[in-house]
């Protein structure tokens, strides 16, 4: 474990995106007590609406009087939230079905496979917008959405590896002892597919992030007046340019996460396959 953490801990952009990640995480996990006005998830003082930022008010306040630096704190826990359900769901559905499609070849893994091709044929925030638009605008619709149209991505990545384990001689070895299938699937092949699998949930997390805050922009996702980036991005479209203020903390909320979820997980790519090392 040491020599691994200490490769991650030479790869400078990895520990940036983990320096990015663990302030999210902690700004989730405080923000009742981190927000200068927590009661703004929700209240109106329409005599302080659209202030530039001053010292009471660093990023300024909204359309509805709002501290716009408590709204992008208290915004992270539903950003992760959101992430954390999606990649889980994902997980759930993608893991098993890569491994049912990896372990055994036949007709069942060419049905599964094919299924998996087409979904990842359809851009992946298309297909979220045509399934969000088949239920009520709401943020459990956004992640429903999100997780129907990402678990093709695990069962890709699942699948060569459990093809390439499924040929080895410790996997024949067990056969020949008398192993059950569902033994050797879960106790021996899933372990060792963990690594394609924590890079893929890591990239993801940042890459949900991102398309539910393009769902919360076009009215598929949280609605008025939970403190979603994407919402308050879109709310700020009305007050552009004067109100820069209203849309670029959002946004710098939105980007620098992104930002650490994907350099983190190029990093743990880079560790666990060198041969996809990026070039310095």
């Known amino acids: 474990m040491k020599p691994v953490l200490g490769k991650l801990g030479r790869d400078i952009p990895a520990m940036i995106g983990l320096a990015l990640v663990l302030a999210v995480v902690l700004?989730?996990?405080?923000?009742?007590?981190?927000?200068?006005?927590?009661?703004?998830?929700?209240a109106s003082h329409l005599v302080r609406r659209l202030k530039p930022p001053t010292h009471?008010?660093?990023?300024?306040?909204?359309?509805?009087?709002?501290?716009?630096?408590?709204?992008?704190?208290?915004?992270?826990?539903?950003?992760?939230?959101?992430?954390?359900?999606?990649?889980?769901?994902?997980?759930?559905i993608g893991i098993p079905l890569g491994l049912i499609a990896g372990y055994r070849p036949g007709p069942l893994s060419e049905a599964i496979m094919r299924f998996t091709d087409m979904v990842l044929a359809i851009p992946q925030l298309i297909l979220a917008l045509a399934i969000a638009q088949l239920m009520s605008p709401s943020l459990q619709s956004a992640m429903l959405a999100l997780s129907l149209t990402y678990w093709p991505f695990f069962t890709r990545s699942?699948?060569?590896?459990?093809q390439r384990l499924s040929q080895s001689l410790s996997v024949d070895a067990l056969r020949g002892i008398g192993a059950s299938p569902w033994r050797i699937v879960f106790l021996h092949i899933l372990p060792n597919t963990a690594s394609p699998i924590i890079v893929r949930a890591t990239i993801g997390l940042g890459f949900t992030i991102l398309t539910a805050a393009v769902l919360g922009f076009l009215g598929m996702g949280a609605a008025p007046p939970a403190p979603d980036w994407g919402l308050?991005?879109?709310?700020?479209?009305?007050?552009?340019?004067?109100?820069?203020?209203?849309?670029?903390?959002?946004?710098?909320?939105?980007?620098?996460?992104?930002?650490g979820f994907n350099l983190l997980g190029d990093g743990l790519r880079d560790l666990i396959d060198p041969r996809l090392r990026r070039s310095r």
């Open 56 to 92: 009471a008010f660093p990023f300024g306040t909204d359309n509805l009087g709002r501290d716009i630096l408590s709204r992008v704190i208290l915004g992270a826990r539903g950003a992760l939230q959101v992430a954390f359900t999606v990649v889980g769901i994902a997980m759930a």
């Open 158 to 162: 699942v699948h060569a590896e459990a």
């Open 27 to 42: 700004l989730a996990l405080l923000s009742p007590w981190l927000a200068p006005y927590p009661g703004d998830a929700s």
């Open 232 to 259: 308050t991005i879109a709310q700020s479209r009305l007050y552009l340019p004067g109100a820069w203020w209203y849309a670029l903390y959002p946004g710098l909320a939105i980007l620098l996460t992104v930002m």
